[in-house]
């Protein structure tokens, strides 16, 4: 009897263990749950150096990602699909001890592309280059994790989904017969699968096509005209933004919406 207690107590002992070294749980978009990659950082102290982006989001703070940020390499960028996409990261102690902080985790928004850089090996500066996955993150958010010496730490990543206050935003942009509308504020799969335009003079949805970044348009002429938009998320929720842009609206706008995606 004493050695069965002895027994179920180092059994305890062991999956005490196991739940304290195990990454944190996640629900996670994608079946693959974590997955490994590298991540270095970009921008400054105060991530200035990351305003603007292939994303198309200009302002970071303006447009409340603030600085839990980060460039994708080519491997998850997607041609810009993954924009708005959110990841959580924490650094792979199991593999560098040195530089990564432990019991740390840190989420971020996807905002920019990390292009190759053909120059040097994947293994020794191209960290960028295909087929790596990698993560070129806001400064202050790759301190959350890593040792600021160290410039480059193992991660574990998962996709998570996207936690936004307010709605969806629309901004337009372009000229008569061409609306290049970016969005911003995205929840829950934070990426734009699919999106249909609507003018008020119009009983029809209209595909409209992705452009880069967040950004899709449509050759259309819409001008003067009350505008809806439907838009469907990568993970396939799909919301309708009825009459979100008044007639009369103007390029440049931008338009919130009371709508989110959950």
Same mark, same amino acid.
């Given at each position: 009897?004493?050695?069965?207690? /002895?027994?179920?107590?180092?059994?305890?002992?062991?999956?005490?263990?196991?739940?304290?070294? $195990?990454?944190?749980?996640?629900?996670?978009?994608?079946?693959?749950?974590?997955?490994? $990659?590298? =991540?270095?950082?970009?921008? @400054?102290?105060? =991530?200035?150096?990351?305003? @603007?982006? $292939?994303?198309?989001?200009?302002?970071?703070? /303006?447009?409340?990602?603030?600085?839990?940020?980060?460039?994708?390499?080519?491997?998850? +960028?997607?041609?810009?699909?993954?924009?708005?996409?959110?990841?959580?990261?924490?650094?792979?102690? !199991?593999?560098?001890?040195?530089?990564?902080?432990?019991?740390?985790?840190?989420?971020?928004?996807?905002?920019?592309?990390?292009?190759?850089?053909?120059?040097?090996?994947?293994?020794?500066?191209?960290?960028?280059?295909?087929?790596?996955?990698?993560?070129? *993150?806001?400064?202050?958010?790759?301190?959350?994790?890593?040792?600021?010496?160290? @410039?480059?730490?193992?991660?574990?990543?998962?996709?998570?989904?996207?936690?936004?206050?307010?709605?969806?935003?629309?901004?337009?942009?372009?000229?008569?017969? +061409?609306?290049?509308?970016?969005?911003?504020?995205?929840?829950? =799969?934070?990426?734009?699968?699919?999106?249909?335009? !609507?003018?008020?003079?119009?009983?029809?949805?209209?595909? *409209?096509?992705?452009?880069?970044?967040?950004?899709?348009?449509?050759?259309?002429?819409?001008?003067?005209?009350?505008?809806? +938009?439907?838009?469907?998320?990568?993970?396939?929720? *799909?919301?309708?933004?009825?009459?979100?842009?008044?007639? @009369?609206?103007?390029?440049?706008?931008? +338009?919130?919406?009371?709508?989110?995606?959950?």
């Amino acid at each position: 009897m004493v050695g069965a207690a /002895a027994t179920t107590v180092v059994a305890w002992c062991a999956l005490l263990a196991a739940a304290i070294l $195990a990454p944190p749980a996640v629900e996670a978009l994608e079946p693959s749950g974590w997955l490994r $990659a590298h =991540a270095t950082f970009y921008g @400054g102290a105060d =991530a200035s150096g990351t305003m @603007g982006g $292939a994303c198309g989001y200009g302002n970071l703070y /303006a447009q409340g990602y603030g600085t839990r940020t980060a460039a994708l390499s080519t491997a998850l +960028f997607n041609d810009g699909l993954s924009c708005g996409q959110c990841y959580k990261l924490v650094c792979d102690r !199991k593999t560098d001890r040195t530089w990564c902080k432990p019991g740390v985790s840190v989420t971020i928004t996807a905002t920019n592309y990390c292009p190759p850089n053909w120059d040097l090996p994947s293994d020794n500066g191209g960290w960028c280059n295909p087929p790596r996955p990698h993560f070129d *993150m806001a400064q202050p958010a790759w301190e959350k994790i890593g040792i600021y010496r160290g @410039g480059i730490i193992p991660v574990i990543y998962q996709r998570v989904p996207c936690v936004k206050k307010g709605g969806v935003r629309f901004t337009i942009n372009g000229h008569d017969y +061409f609306q290049l509308v970016l969005l911003t504020n995205v929840g829950a =799969a934070g990426s734009i699968k699919a999106m249909d335009v !609507k003018g008020s003079q119009s009983d029809n949805w209209l595909p *409209m096509a992705h452009n880069w970044g967040a950004q899709w348009h449509s050759l259309l002429y819409l001008t003067g005209q009350g505008l809806s +938009f439907r838009v469907t998320i990568s993970d396939d929720q *799909m919301l309708v933004f009825s009459n979100i842009v008044p007639p @009369g609206w103007k390029f440049g706008q931008t +338009f919130a919406s009371n709508l989110q995606f959950k």
